[in-house]
């Protein structure tokens, strides 16, 4: 009986890849089946996964569809209780689903910490540690813990699924799209019944000079962002009733586009705030109701501030149970440091 | 027995007795948190092996570590009573007897006779000294049990986990006799990068500082090292004192790289005269094609994971690209820094003038390394000072990241564009203001001729407003400080019959980056100090476009006026 179905997508990590799926392979204690989705990847990453010779590894190859595609390949293919990702430029400390796994208790989403490897080699906590510890010491009945875990970094080696909450709500990444994590990030903390948080670290998560993430560019890439938020907001509509969800939800996303919207090429940004506010405009009214920020959270007050001013362009039709206050003649700046 | 701590990490928790020392308690525990699990999270131990762990207080470390890796064997070293006792306690509670072996004693070069000091300042980690005649500590010193780190050497261990302040380049120079797959741990002292084998994976933090012991980069198969690129063009009186003055006596992992851009002097035959038997110095010759052409050339020849270029007629303090690459392999950073001193020869030998930036980087906060000291320098200070990039180290990966590269078809002034791109993009700079670039000035400099070629940074400029906008720069301003920095000394060198249409040249220029970032640019404006050629311009081109809106578009138009081959043809 599987427990854990670990799942990586390839491209051209190369070298990086071995390291990364041999650190999944060295997890101690539960039983795996490690699903390899190569995404149209070149030789030189294909030889790597074949110099693996481990019965737990599955390879699935496609021609290039996008990490999307790839891991929603690789969840229809799951056979575990749980399931994981990793990224193929990643790596796990060997302890990480274990850990994980006993954190859980009757939990359908596990969390975990995890470090960062920045370029010049140093070594930090994940950017998520400090919300991850406030969500940890709270007790489980707490209504700030699902709002805090919404606010935890939304990628995917973060987390450890069980796979009845993947199949309940269908659980997928957006096909097409980068940026995807948003989207099932928001998905499994809204639908989980039941949360929990590994006290351990369990991944390190690298930035390199010689190997730069595809979302990492200032290209028209950038949109997905707003695509994808699109459809999780579209997702969790009814869920969205509930102001502190929709509170985390819509930070969450916030933060994501503004860090977009801040490296976009200078020739897309004026597109780029006008397409976050059409987005804006085409979701449900209910997000056009930004409730206020509980005090645990005031750290987000900045980006808090922003969304409001988006929220607050005349182009938007007023709520009817809430008239936004609307400044005659004001315009949100089009193109951060320009006149309107 | 003292109140038990819970110790969590390598996924798993134990409770552990931490013995008398309450300071060195929570020390050992911060370490675990911050540097040994995350350092071990990102290895992929094998199932066994032999971990010594030097310093090992009440056994932080090397319990939960044995728990986790319970095909491994470790050995510990502790040479303070009471903690040892404690972590005797905490090995026999956890029945861990038959793995993890202690030993009551310091790691300490030139131990004799079993016998150490210890400093009677319990408040700090015990900072350890040989029992060495010369022992000149204060206060009231201790004797211990100590064995010198040949002794752990001699055990070959796989990793080595080490708490010994001060003695840090004592072991690990031992240690090259047997080195470890793995070493972790903090650092008092920044050690030689250089003790670090090749095939040891090391993360050791140096107190205190945001510095790491490393080797440098390790992705990208490149050689841990420094090239330092000498584009050498008719320099046959300098080249061999410049060469000289890279290398570092008994490092040849610094070489120098030096092309010959096409000379048409006795160049080339000074350098096989003098180095011809050093395998630290490479002689690339190449058709002539210009200092950009030649560094590039450079560049691409080279293996090494770290860079320099240097002009041929300069040269630097003795050890200034051994310490500046110490500093990088330390600091990760993607550029680092010396200072640099511009010099003329007179008759009676070099005469320095003052480092020009000493007294604009007064206020960066001083912070040491080692011996030494250090600032950040800020890249907007770096954009916005004189062009420099000669007395800069630049890891490899950062410059083929980013793409920076010389400019080739610009034949002066190439380093301005290198300069302005590479700083934007290395965020901050740590920097050595005593380790100095000797800058020599002449009459024959490129930035004296006063031709055509000045209007190579107007071209330069424009394109770095292209690539600010196709890379969405945050800021544009520290350029547009450079850029009337750069109009104001070209005018005082410039020809007069060229002063005319540069002005017009660089007035449409700075028409151009206004419709591109607006009036973010205008608290920088300084055009009022330029003769009034460039405001004549200035007001013929805003109304021939007064009827068009701003546009990060106008960054791609361009003028016949910023192109020095145009200027020539029209003249």
Partial sequence: ?340 | MSDPVFVSAFGHSVALDPGPGGFLGADSLWRLREIYEPALAREALPDSGLAVDIGAGFGAFALPFALAFPGWQIRCFEPEEESYAALCRNIDRLGLRGRVQATRAAIVPGARGGRALLRGDREKPGFLAADLPEWQGTGPAQSLPALPPAHVAALTPTLVKFTCPGQEAGLLGALQAAPPRWLIGESWQPVPSTLLAPETRAYVPLAGTPFRLQQGPASGGLRPGLDVVVAMYNSAATIRACVASTLTAGRDDIRALVVDDGSTDSGAEEVRRAFGDDPRVVLLQKVNGGCASARNHGRMASDAAHLAFVDADDTVDPDFFANLLELARYSGAPIVQGSFAPFEDTPHGRLFAEPPEAAAHAGFPRQPFGSAQWYPLPWEAAVTGQPSIWRRVYRRDFLDARDIWFPEHIRAFDDLLFQLVSCQHAGMIPTREDLRYHYRQHAAQDIRAGDERMIYSLEMYRLVLRRAVEEGWPRFDPFAVSFFNTLHWTLETIRPDLAEPFLQGAAELWVLMRKVFGRALDPVDRSVSLPVAFARQRRETEARLAGFADSYAFAYLDSAALHVDMVRASA
């Fill in chain 1, 1 to 340: 009986m599987t427990r854990i179905t670990a799942i990586t997508t390839c491209y051209r990590e190369g070298p990086l890849l071995g390291p990364a799926l041999r650190s999944v392979l060295a997890q101690q204690g539960p039983e795996l089946e490690v699903l390899l989705v190569a995404d149209g990847a070149d030789a030189a990453t294909l030889a790597e996964a074949e110099g693996l010779c481990d019965p737990r590894l599955r390879l699935l190859r496609q021609a290039n569809d996008g990490l999307s595609s790839a891991r929603n390949r690789a969840l229809e293919q799951a056979r575990g209780d749980w399931i994981c990702f990793l990224d193929a430029d990643d790596l796990r400390p060997p302890w990480a689903l274990a850990r994980m796994l006993a954190a859980a208790g009757p939990a359908e989403l596990v969390l975990c910490p995890g470090h960062l490897s920045e370029p010049d080699d140093s070594l930090h906590p994940f950017y998520d540690r400090a919300l991850l510890d406030q969500l940890a010491a709270r007790p489980s009945d707490d209504p700030l813990r699902r709002p805090l875990a919404q606010l935890s970094e939304p990628q995917s080696a973060n987390k450890l699924i069980r796979r009845s909450l993947i199949a309940r709500h269908r659980l997928r990444f957006p096909n097409g799209h980068f940026f995807e994590d948003i989207l099932f990030h928001t998905l499994a903390v809204t639908h989980a019944r039941g949360l929990a948080v590994s006290d351990s670290p369990g991944f390190t998560y690298h930035r390199r000079h010689g190997h730069r993430q595809i979302t990492g560019g200032a290209d028209t890439r950038r949109f997905d962002t707003l695509a994808v938020t699109r459809m999780t907001l579209q997702r969790v509509a009814a869920e969205a009733r509930d102001p502190l969800l929709r509170l985390s939800v819509l930070l969450s996303c916030a933060r994501l586009i503004q860090w977009s919207e801040s490296v976009i090429a200078h020739p897309h940004r004026a597109a780029f705030r006008d397409m976050t506010v059409a987005m804006l405009a085409l979701s449900d009214p209910i997000y056009r109701v930004l409730p206020a920020l509980p005090e645990p959270l005031a750290p987000l007050a900045p980006l808090h501030d922003w969304l409001s001013g988006l929220l607050r362009d005349p182009r938007l039709p007023p709520h009817p149970q809430e008239i936004p206050h609307v400044r005659p003649g004001f315009r949100q700046r089009l193109w951060p440091q320009r006149r309107a």
